[in-house]
């Protein structure tokens, strides 16, 4: 038997030199098929963040023109359901002089003030800047920034209420903002409309 062995040795060494490289290929293989999946990956979320954009190079798919409209107009509530992903939207619900409910993109941050043109949503008022504040998404999750310190934004938590600086405060569902005249409801939702 040893003596076959010895004779026939070229066989197991052609064997274990076919399995290692069998061995190598599937590796390859296997990281190839990682990286299309990434690179697929990449452009879907390329592709959302995109389609996310307005036209006008002004964020929101839900914003029509250079400012958001009410998500009661026809068509809207459509382009909600039919967004894909899992991304965050913000429901932000008006009340005061200009009542409505808003569903918008903070990823490329979302804009209220007085001055038409450079916010998504316009809130008249004497006590509101015309840049007043910012919502934005960073690391998944959403903030809100007062640009004007001359014009105060208050937020209201359950019971505690605080005052909206210069420095970001991270929101949450049911979280309100004063701002002037205005309250504004914030709802944080994927866009399902599963509230988060």
């Not at 040893?2 to 590796?27: G, M, P, Q, T």
Request: contains cysteine.
């Amino acid at each position: 038997m040893l003596d076959i062995i010895k004779e026939k040795w070229y066989f197991a060494a052609i064997a274990v030199i076919l399995l290692a490289l069998f061995l190598i290929a599937n590796r390859f293989l296997k990281k190839q098929k990682e990286k299309k999946e990434q690179y697929k990956k990449q452009l879907k979320e390329q592709a959302l963040s995109e389609a996310l954009k307005n036209s006008r190079g002004r964020k929101n798919v839900f914003v029509q023109g250079n400012q958001a409209v009410p998500i009661e107009m026809a068509g809207s509530r459509e382009k909600q359901e039919n967004a894909p992903g899992n991304r965050l939207v913000v429901q932000l619900s008006i009340v005061g002089q200009k009542a409505g409910n808003y569903v918008l993109n903070p990823e490329d941050h979302i804009r209220l003030g007085s001055e038409a043109g450079k916010n998504d949503i316009v809130l008249a008022g004497e006590k509101v800047a015309p840049c007043q504040c910012d919502i934005f998404l960073y690391k998944d999750q959403v903030y809100v920034k007062n640009m004007n310190s001359g014009y105060p934004v208050e937020l209201r938590r359950k019971v505690r209420q605080t005052s909206v600086g210069d420095k970001a405060i991270r929101v949450l569902t049911g979280d309100q903002l004063r701002i002037g005249s205005h309250t504004v409801q914030i709802s944080l939702m994927d866009y399902k409309g599963n509230l988060v």
